[in-house]
């Protein structure tokens, strides 16, 4: 086999070969330094790329010891979607509070969600890669799409608005 063949042939082969670990730009110590949220409605462990204003993605590594594992489901734990939404919302926090020169003060909060999709399960043992990409971004407001992945599958995304809003202050409506 000639090189130039054997080389477009292996490009063609999977590569079976682990992928070397993906650097770390933000440990979960500084991501508590930026979102308000801890245990155990903190759901991303580390952010291993950051482009300002643009994209961001975050890890989530799924363990049995997760408090919604007890009732989703005993039998077949599968992580609520709902969830994954969430950590891709918390993602996107981070992306858009570490643009802010008073993130201190301020909170993201969802405002919508739309055409999310879940595809495939996330069960514990299971490593969620959070993607978010940025559609629009304000200082007031922002809006991202998010897509996780495990094992190089899709297994969810969604398209998420959110606002931007002092932490303290903050009253529960009442009805």
Known sequence: ??????????????????????????????????????YPFLLIDRIVEHRPKERIVAIKNVTINEPFFQG????????????VVEAMAQAGGVLLLTQLPDANSKLVVFTGIERARFRRPVM????????VDVVAWRKTA??????????????????????????????????
């Open 124 to 131: 514990p043992g299971d490593q969620l890669r959070i993607e």
């Open 72 to 83: 989703h489901f005993p039998e077949l734990p599968i992580m609520p979607g709902v969830l």
């Open 142 to 175: 922002g809006r991202m799409e998010g897509k996780a992945f495990v094992n190089g599958k899709r297994v969810a995304e969604a398209t998420i608005s959110c606002a931007v809003v002092p932490r303290k202050g903050m009253t529960a409506s009442s009805e």
């Open 1 to 38: 086999m000639t090189e130039t063949a054997q080389t477009a042939n292996e490009a063609n082969t999977p590569e079976t070969t682990p992928a070397a670990p993906e650097a770390i730009l933000m440990d979960i110590n500084a991501i508590m330094r930026v979102l308000p949220h801890r």
